[in-house]
């Protein structure tokens, strides 16, 4: 074994301790000490302060070869860092006021499923079985996008013989084959760049395609013209809700192929997950709470309309079990005391409506 170094043990010490203490994240600024996230909370550790001259070490020993030149020349990226006996890691590097700074997050080795994330799975399950299409779980970051993606893929894993494709920059969670066969491909170790992965994937001959992230006008259209030859392809994206999600993708789109892109969407959108955590009145941590869409052909139909202010309607309203609003969803969470009314009413995309919903008035889809 490699002897470690004196600043990578400072650092290693540091992500012992965030990891024993559930921090989601932790940040380091140069002269600072560290910092963790613990429940969406940002709190200072009792250590001394990590010097630039530690902080610009780590990175240049632990950024991998083939990321050296970008380091260099563009001064931030990304890539996952393995601590022994603490665990895996993704890391942004990068530089503010000539200093650098560094953020890790914690990659849980074990994939979770629907129970250990507090989901509600059957609605999830309802996508998962989709057999083409196009599956978008949203939010913003730090919202818990890739591991409810992360179960709905395991529960495929375990239930169904898939050839299952990742394009992930870094890879986040690592799968055992089950019953399904995972190829992994991570950006800058496995594949030179996300274009080349992109465009490479449909000829892989893959069931399940999984892109870390809608970036771009080129990444929607390939997941398009996947869902469109009978492959399902998962992604994330961040967008608060269901409504704002569509109006996102069509900003992929310039205005004179609005018509195109309607049709298109329209019939390979199988449903969005967008979802946010809420502080937990269970112990501390914090609830998932999700806002759900499985399309069917009113949802198709409003899509090639432009009527997404009325699939906002649908959802308040309820269209069924497996479709339903964040004031839906917070609303269980409240009434089922996991959550306090005030922070689901902070949360709430329309608080006025929730505080109705809790006094027993509802909308009428």
């Given amino acids: 074994m490699n002897e470690v170094t004196p600043h990578t043990e400072i650092f290693n010490d540091l992500l012992k301790l965030a990891v024993e203490s559930s921090a989601s994240d932790i940040v380091i600024k140069a002269n600072k000490p560290g910092y963790v996230r613990i429940s969406n909370r940002l709190k200072p550790v009792d250590m001394d302060p990590i010097t630039n001259q530690e902080a610009q070490a780590f990175a240049d020993e632990h950024v991998p070869e083939i990321f050296r030149k970008r380091w260099d020349e563009l001064g931030q990226i990304d890539f996952a860092y393995a601590a022994d006996g603490v665990g895996r890691f993704r890391v942004n590097a990068f530089h503010q006021r000539g200093l650098v700074s560094l953020v890790f997050r914690h990659i849980k080795s074990r994939v979770p499923n629907f129970d250990d994330l507090g989901l509600q799975a059957e609605p999830l399950l309802k996508l998962a079985n989709s057999k083409d299409g196009i599956l978008l779980v949203c939010g913003a970051t730090g919202s818990g996008k890739s591991s409810t993606m992360a ?122 997950i967008c979802q946010k955590l809420i502080p937990s009145l269970e112990g501390g941590g914090r609830v998932p709470s999700n806002e759900v869409l499985n ?69 009428k889809s």
Avoid: C
């Fill in 151 to 272: 179960a709905m893929l395991n529960w495929i894993n375990q239930n169904m013989d898939k050839h299952i494709v990742t394009i992930e920059d870094p890879i986040e969670y690592t799968f055992q084959d089950d019953k399904s066969v995972f190829q992994q491909r991570e950006i800058g170790l496995d594949v030179p760049t996300f274009e080349l992965a992109i465009k490479s994937v449909l000829r892989q001959n893959p069931d399940i395609i999984l892109i870390g992230e809608m970036r771009d006008r080129e990444t929607f259209e390939t997941a398009i013209a996947a869902a469109e030859t009978g492959h399902l392809v998962f992604s994330t994206m961040h967008a608060a809700t269901v409504a704002q999600s569509l109006t996102r993708l069509f900003e992929f789109f310039p205005p004179e192929q609005m018509a195109q892109a309607r049709r298109q969407i329209a019939g390979s959108i199988r449903g969005f």
């Fill in 295 to 363: 399309t069917d052909s009113t949802i198709r139909n409003l899509i090639l309309e432009g009527h997404f202010d009325k699939i906002t309607q649908l959802l308040e309203g309820g269209l069924d079990g497996n479709s339903y609003s964040f004031n839906k969803d917070l609303y269980r969470l409240i009434k089922a005391g996991r959550i306090s009314k005030a922070d689901g009413v902070r949360f709430s995309p329309n608080p006025q409506q929730l505080e109705m919903n809790l006094k027993g008035i509802f909308i």
